[in-house]
């Protein structure tokens, strides 16, 4: 378990108990974690994010009953299912504040949300901004496509200026959002970006993410065979491209650095952008909690009532 | 009223004392006059005096200024309504004379600021007039720099003289209010409360004195709807919330905020109506029923997550303080016309609950019944409250606090096996597992919106959708079979009955006990069970010859309004027809009896 994960304390009456670990348990296998057999198509990049997550699962022995998984709708958002362990599937583009309602009341579960470019940027765009700019602890995965693929090819917040697609027939029209510069304005506090054609840095990244006190973002490029093949190509080396990581000297701390890295033109690098340290929404209440219960340390939830109630007499 | 009933008479001598019963005081002025202090005094001090108390106010929508009014009703017996007519009005300006005499009752006693008011020759014919330099007094009790400012307190210890009321209770409900201040802020109140207080009013009136209180039923508390429903879910258990701000639902996200954190909880001020669902719908996932909660158009917003925890089977509860619709509306005014949206509203098949408190006494234990049912039912439970619930003051008697608060933890025992849509169960009611919660057989479930098998699989199997949508529904016809039937309010059988729900209970029961005493037949049931409806309705029904719906909403296309269409769908029953207005303002006791006479004349010819 990640010590930042685990050090939260639980909130005074908020949570009856948390049960002991056996500690003699040994880390899930991936057999036990897999649930249903993926919905996606073959050969679709999700696949990868998937069986990440599962070596994440594995390597960091979390357990079933700790980690939650939450998505909203569209085609990477099918993932909850696919995990054996809690898990939600939500609504179009408010898997974050969804999660949020159980990060700021269940500090001691793992959360992660996972959903595509639509979710997140287009029906969810300000969820996005404000989960953001609250830094509630979280790690939220986007598998951008660049194309909305559960309703067939229409055109995504993130598809490039020309791209054709049945909602755009003669190429997209609108400029894209892009996804990195969007979570450095909003206030990420952890900006990653990577590929599903590089299964050892999504790794990476999401182990980094998960360890993250805050709101951790992560871009994966995944590429839907179907309606947008080849999209990613110029970032994959096996098939003629380049995948640059972040340069040796770039400064994860400095805002404006990342947002000039954020500005590359495609492929452009992969890594941490951004990351810094700043209060956790999940922390800045407990501070109010704290001050609050302070007061009252010694009374029961019922005499604490009472005291407002002889006011109003 | 009785015949102790408030009652002025010019007297030459000196000011003789009347016992009296009740009085009714309307306080007109602008919103930034402090006149709901005012009332707001006599309400607590009438609520320790165990006296019954009832209060209406209204307020301009603008942000600061404007025309508002305060109305406050004590009495030594029952106060069902806050009064249609008033025995005394305060009256700050012109404007506030020349609004409100028609709200006086003819031969009562306007008590008017000399120093803006300019009396009208004919209506000092009809009404006791008292002129007293208000503004003027203030200033010259408080000093020059506090113009406006403690006019409103100068007002009150002139009631005080004239109400004879408690004035050493007055004195420390005054030093509550101004606690923690500037101690000169609190002695400024005082010496403007006692500057009225020893105003001469002369020998042209009497005073009155209240007839000891009948009610010995230990203490009361006193506060307004939305303080109810506030302190109700924090009774409940509820540790969690989420909103966004919008009248007249604000003030409970408020008292959240405030007061959760000593309970260990939080209120999150989120960024929209379906962000604030979501969060509360997450931490209800979580393991802890959770709340949010919103007016008018916010409760539209929320609909499809609504919809969500509905085929997720998550406990949720949804305050919706309705205010005159639909879009924007009227923001500040009250009306009953969310009730379909509550029952209905969202797409696809979706059963919910509805309960809807009558009095602020309701607001407080209907809230914690909602947490029960939303826990135990596995389902999102609306309580539909309105804006006149949400702002009137009420005395009622102080709940054994130490027996109402509950603790709803969630217990994450491991357990062997879970299916969260479990079709063997009989009832269709399920049991919701969290999060954190080991599951011994390695199976683990899934909430989703999609239509599911019993672990929550994604599923488009025909069978399984009937079955699924029939034990969403069956889980609440099992919680129909639980619910109490409405007490009958007058005889079982006869002429009329009277069917309400929400604010409206006083001054239908008022209608009642007036048409009563006139000689006719007609009786009442209050429901505060709208979606699913208790049973043994029809068995009531069945002992009136008229069923009169009586709803602040529009009659609607086919004439019957919200909770009639609802009635009619049930019991397809002709007799059950609407008693309806619009006009944003809570029924007044004779508009019910003289809608219901005309309503049952032309109901005859009809039948």
């Known amino acids: 378990m990640s010590s930042t994960i685990s050090d939260i304390p639980a909130r005074g009456g908020n949570i009856l108990a948390t049960p002991a670990l056996d500690t003699e348990r040994k880390g899930l296998t991936k057999k036990e974690i897999a649930a249903d057999h993926p919905t996606w198509c073959p050969g679709c990049g999700d696949f990868s994010v998937l069986a990440l997550y599962f070596k994440l699962i594995e390597k960091r022995k979390l357990w079933h009953e700790k980690i939650t998984t939450v998505a909203g709708i569209g085609c990477s958002s099918r993932f909850p299912y696919f995990v054996q362990a809690h898990g939600?599937?939500?609504?179009?583009?408010?898997?974050?504040?969804?999660?949020?309602?159980?990060?700021?009341?269940?500090?001691?579960?793992?959360?992660?949300?996972?959903g595509g470019d639509g979710d997140a940027f287009s029906i969810g765009g300000n969820h996005f901004n404000h989960t953001a700019r609250k830094n509630i602890k979280m790690t939220y995965v986007v598998m951008d496509n660049w194309v909305y693929g559960l309703t067939k090819k229409q055109t995504s917040p993130t598809s490039p200026l020309g791209f054709k697609s049945k909602t755009d027939i003669t190429g997209a029209l609108d400029q894209p959002v892009n996804p990195m510069k969007q979570a450095i304005s909003a206030g990420a506090t952890f900006v990653a970006r990577t590929t599903h054609t590089n299964p050892n840095h999504v790794l990476q990244m999401m182990e980094a993410a998960m360890d993250h006190d805050g709101f951790s973002f992560i871009e994966c490029l995944s590429e839907c065979v179907e309606f947008y093949e080849g999209a990613f190509d110029s970032s994959n080396p096996r098939k003629g491209g380049v995948f640059n990581t972040v340069p040796a000297d770039h400064d994860v701390t400095d805002e404006l650095a990342a947002y000039k890295l954020a500005g590359e033109p495609f492929p452009g690098s992969f890594g941490i952008f951004y990351k810094t340290n700043r209060p956790t929404k999940n922390a800045n209440e407990q501070k109010i909690i704290s001050a609050a219960r302070e007061k009252v340390k010694d009374l029961k939830d019922w005499q604490i009532l009472q005291k407002n109630f002889d006011r109003l007499k | 009223m009785s015949e102790a009933t408030l009652t002025a008479q010019p007297s030459g001598g000196s000011p003789k004392v009347s016992s009296i019963s009740e009085a009714v005081i309307r306080i007109a002025g602008n919103s930034q006059d402090g006149i709901q202090a005012i009332g707001g005094f006599l309400a607590r001090l009438a609520g320790r005096s165990e006296q019954e108390v009832m209060t209406h106010m209204t307020i301009p929508a603008t942000i600061s200024g404007g025309p508002s009014i305060f109305q406050v009703r004590i009495g030594s017996g029952e106060v069902l309504s806050s009064g249609d007519e008033a025995d005394v009005l305060l009256a700050f300006y012109q404007h506030s004379y020349e609004g409100h005499i028609n709200s006086l009752k003819k031969g009562g006693i306007v008590l008017y600021d000399s120093d803006h008011v300019q009396p009208n020759a004919d209506w000092t014919k009809e009404y006791h007039h008292v002129g007293v330099p208000i503004s003027g007094l203030t200033v010259e009790a408080i000093g020059g720099t506090a113009k406006d400012k403690g006019k409103n307190i100068y007002t009150l210890g002139l009631v005080?003289?004239?109400?004879?009321?408690?004035?050493?209770?007055?004195?420390?409900?005054?030093?509550?209010?101004?606690?923690?201040?500037?101690?000169?802020?609190?002695?400024?109140a005082l010496a403007a409360f006692h500057a009225g207080y020893s105003h001469s009013l002369g020998n042209v009136i009497e005073t009155f004195k209240f007839v000891e209180s009948q009610k010995k039923t230990g203490h009361q508390v006193v506060m307004n709807g939305n303080e109810a429903m506030g302190y109700g879910l924090i009774a409940a258990g509820v540790r969690f919330g989420a909103g966004y701000p919008i009248t007249p639902w604000s003030d409970i996200m408020e008292l959240l905020r405030r007061e959760l954190p000593k309970y260990?909880?939080?209120?999150?001020?989120?960024?929209?109506?379906?962000?604030?669902?979501?969060?509360?719908?997450?931490?209800?996932?979580?393991?802890?029923?959770?709340?949010?909660?919103?007016?008018?158009?916010?409760?539209?917003l929320k609909t499809e997550a609504l919809g969500w925890a509905i085929m997720a089977e998550i406990p949720l509860v949804v305050v919706d303080i309705q205010r005159g619709g639909p879009s924007t509306?009227?923001?500040?005014?009250?009306?009953?016309?969310?009730?379909?949206?509550a029952c209905f509203g969202g797409h696809g098949d979706s059963p919910r609950v509805v309960i809807a408190p009558a009095n602020v006494e309701d607001c407080f234990y209907m809230a914690i019944e909602a947490v029960n049912i939303a826990r135990k039912y596995s389902v999102p439970v609306i309580i539909i409250s309105d804006q006149a619930i949400a702002t009137?003051?009420?005395?009622?008697?102080?709940?054994?606090?130490?027996?109402?608060?509950?603790?709803?933890?969630?217990?994450?025992?491991?357990?062997?096996?879970?299916?969260?849509?479990?079709l063997s169960a009989a009832d269709g009611v399920t049991r919701h597992v969290a999060p954190g919660t080991r599951i011994m057989s390695g199976k683990y479930p899934i909430a989703t919106g999609l239509e599911h098998d019993e672990l929550?699989?994604?599923?488009?199997?025909?069978?399984l959708h009937m079955q699924m949508t029939a034990k969403r529904r069956k889980k609440l016809q099992t919680?129909?079979?639980?619910?109490?039937?409405?007490?009958?309010?007058?005889?079982?059988?006869?002429?009329?009955?009277?069917?309400?729900?929400?604010?409206?209970?006083?001054?239908?029961?008022?209608?009642?006990d007036r048409a009563r005493a006139a000689g006719e037949s007609v009786s009442s049931i209050h429901i505060k069970h709208i979606n699913p409806l208790p049973n043994g309705l029809d068995n009531i029904f069945a002992g009136f010859n008229h069923v009169l719906v009586v709803e602040m909403n529009d009659e609607g296309l086919y004439g019957y309004g919200q909770l009639g269409g609802l009635l009619r769908a049930r019991f397809g029953d002709p007799k059950i027809r609407g008693i309806n207005k619009t006009d944003g303002m809570t029924f007044k006791v004779k508009e019910i009896v003289e809608k219901a006479r005309a309503n049952v004349a032309t109901g005859l010819r009809k039948l």
């Open chain 2, 329 to 341: 509306g009227m923001p500040t005014n009250v009306e009953q016309s969310d009730l379909n949206i």
């Open chain 2, 479 to 512: 919680l129909a079979s639980t619910l109490p039937t409405p007490k009958i309010y007058g005889p079982s059988e006869g002429n009329v009955l009277l069917v309400g729900w929400g604010s409206t209970e006083g001054p239908i029961k008022e209608a009642v």
């Open chain 2, 456 to 463: 929550g699989h994604p599923t488009g199997s025909p069978k």
């Open chain 2, 264 to 300: 260990g909880g939080s209120f999150i001020q989120c960024e929209d109506e379906i962000a604030s669902i979501s969060m509360a719908i997450g931490a209800g996932y979580g393991g802890r029923v959770a709340v949010t909660g919103s007016s008018g158009p916010g409760i539209s």
């Open chain 1, 88 to 114: 939600a599937h939500y609504i179009h583009g408010r898997a974050l504040p969804f999660a949020s309602g159980i990060s700021l009341s269940r500090p001691d579960l793992h959360l992660f949300v996972f």
């Open chain 2, 160 to 188: 005080a003289k004239m109400f004879d009321l408690n004035v050493p209770k007055l004195e420390k409900l005054i030093g509550e209010r101004f606690t923690g201040k500037d101690p000169s802020i609190l002695n400024n």
């Open chain 2, 392 to 422: 009137r003051i009420e005395a009622f008697e102080e709940p054994n606090l130490e027996k109402v608060c509950q603790d709803i933890s969630p217990d994450l025992s491991p357990v062997a096996d879970h299916k969260p849509y479990d």
